[in-house]
């Protein structure tokens, strides 16, 4: 029973704000303020009477109005909160009152963290020589590790943090690094499949009972692949080196993970440097970005668990709200295809391109010129060449610390195994690039290198030669291609069958902003609606797709989806994904398709666009309407005759060139 003047009050005022029983539809406070009332017999109450002591591990996630209203309702007589980043005075509510502020320094003393943090930033040409080199810088401390044990009986097994971009069996083919991806290549390079854990909101192999003690002698795990599954409270004191492949992406997200390398094994030094400290190597990011942000971690922390928060599913999928498209009314009933470069067997069905099978099984290796694999190329004999830093914690008294303090390296024998396995999956088998690999060795010892200058420098040489073998892949394999074309096995014809890509009659987007031309009208001619802008569409192709709708000669335009759309398959592996597609209908009457890559003018001597521009015009003059005598038109076998342009435009000036080449102008202004 309570008195009549009873009523929910803070903890600590005498008065009580126990559970009872309400009427029907009526709410607790009510029933509470009721002369009479009946407590619940539940643990809740029993807490709220005995004020009971509240200890909270991670504090700073008690911070919402929710869970602390919780906390206060158990009448707490003592809150001890443990946080590495408690409340300031000045945010929302009153700051913490801090009693025990363990520093840093404190840690180092204590002998509970590894540092320096060694740093290695560096713009890779590719995430795998990225991970290679992380696999080098692992192998080099277990062999410390090795040292260690065989002197003092301590065992230490160093672990190697992989993070991706991506996880999830649907995300395999977006674009980004994913974890899948990573595990492929760890095994190419020597890894077994019981040495790597995947460690992902839907996949856990740390639970695997031969993995749930990673200090465990017995336990073979030296891999850990991630997003950002490993957050507050996973600290391994194996793990020593992280391989941030997303750091240039996601900084906050690279240094979040740092905290999970800085614990020390035993909490006692080994009296080994390398095995003192931790290592970062970051794939694609500039060195301010990365100093800034473990700066910023470690003054905000003090050591402590990183307080950057990863947010989202790990399976890389978004909660944003999705919108469905569909087709203008009076586009619904049309049936559009484009044609796909196809591989037709003689007395077979055509079917897609397939590069593995079709081109890259007929190429010749033996026309690979060995002599221009890492022809320019030289070890780093001063140590210098790229971004290493020694960060200590200096680097919160000085702001000009960690930036560049190199540390010598010991010389290493070169493990030629492993520069062929970081190798093999741009060649057909093992031996070819052992016949590369040691003819490019060959030449670098008579040019006066030493082998151990050779080894402390092969994470460069790798990928060195990855570019180098790749560039001469690809120049095979176009020879390939281009003699198919002739022969008519690699066609690019439209037939309106099931080989051809049938534009899609509906969609889903992540809600964005609509769509709005220049002229402030509203769009009318996309093939889907509402017209929005996609969140990965830059100002350059919304300006086009503006463009296009203003056109009176233009019957419908399409924004391509990259990776999950229309594709066209050249020489080289990667597929092109064209950003538009639009019908329009010429001065004589001609209906006409155009497939157009819109690229920035930045972007035009990069390789890449250089390939793309190579596959659309050698597409475009392989099939073009000799009838017509026009380069750059394909023919469409189909009841109504009509053309298709591949074409290719750069931010300067492109309406000029759109009006010359599609919408009648007789002159366009030069690039």
Known sequence: MFPESTAITRPGSGNLNLDVYSAWGGSTEEARAQKGCIAKSSLGNVMRLLRPMVVIDEGHHAYSETALRTLDGFNPSFMLELSATP???????????????????????????????????????????????????????????????????????????VQVERTGADMRDAGFIHAEDAKAYLMQLGFSERQIAIKTSDKNELKQPENIDLLSPACEVRAIITKAALQEGWDCPFAYVLCALAAGRAPAAMTQRVGRILRL?????????????????????????????????????????????????????????????????????????????????????????????????????????????????????????????????????????????????????????????????LAPNAWLVWDWLTAVLQRLLAQGFSESALAGSSASLIERLRIDIERERDRLAQTVFERLVGEGRIQFRLRADASDYELPTAASLVLASPLQRADARVVEKSLLEPALRSPDMNAFEVA????????????????????????????????????????????????????METKGLHLEGFSDTAYKRALLQRLTAAFQDERLGRAGELVLESAEKADVVCDLVFDQDWPGTLEQRYFGMKQARPL
């Open 265 to 425: 094994p035993q909490v006692a030094k080994t009296g080994r440097a390398a095995l003192d400290a931790c290592y970062v190597q970051c794939f694609d990011a500039t060195t301010a970005d990365v100093v800034r942000a473990i700066k910023k971690s470690l003054e905000g922390e003090g050591m402590g668990d990183l307080a950057v928060s990863v947010r989202g599913d790990d399976s890389g999928t978004s909660n944003k709200r999705q919108i469905e498209l569909k087709r203008r009314p009076q586009f619904a009933r049309l049936r559009l295809f484009l044609p796909k470069v196809t591989w037709a067997e003689p007395g077979e069905p055509r079917r897609e391109l397939v590069y593995d099978s079709d081109v890259l099984a007929h190429v010749d290796w033996a026309g690979l010129e060995v002599e221009t694999l890492a022809r320019d190329w030289a070890p780093d004999t001063q140590g210098g060449g790229d971004d290493h830093l020694s960060i200590d914690l200096s680097i919160l008294t000085r702001p000009d610390a960690g930036n560049g303090i190199h540390s010598p390296q010991m010389p290493l024998e070169l493990d030629r195994a492993r520069l062929v396995r970081a190798l093999i999956d």
């Open 544 to 595: 086009f797709a503006g463009y296009l709708d203003q056109k009176a000669a233009l019957q419908w335009w399409h924004r391509n989806v990259a990776k999950t759309q229309y594709g066209l398959q050249g020489w080289k592996r990667q597929k092109v994904y064209p950003d538009f597609v639009f019908a329009l209908v010429t001065q004589n009457g001609q209906r006409r398709t155009v497939v």
């Open 87 to 161: 409340r300031v005075a000045g945010s929302k509510g009153a700051g913490s009152n801090i009693l025990v502020d363990v520093r840093g320094v404190d840690l180092d003393e204590a002998e509970m963290i590894k540092l320096p943090i060694q740093v290695d930033v560096k713009r890779w040409s590719s995430w795998q020589s990225c991970l290679a080199a992380s696999v080098q810088q692992l192998d080099e401390l277990q062999r410390e590790a090795s040292a260690l044990q065989a002197e003092t009986a301590r065992y230490i097994r160093p672990i190697l943090l």
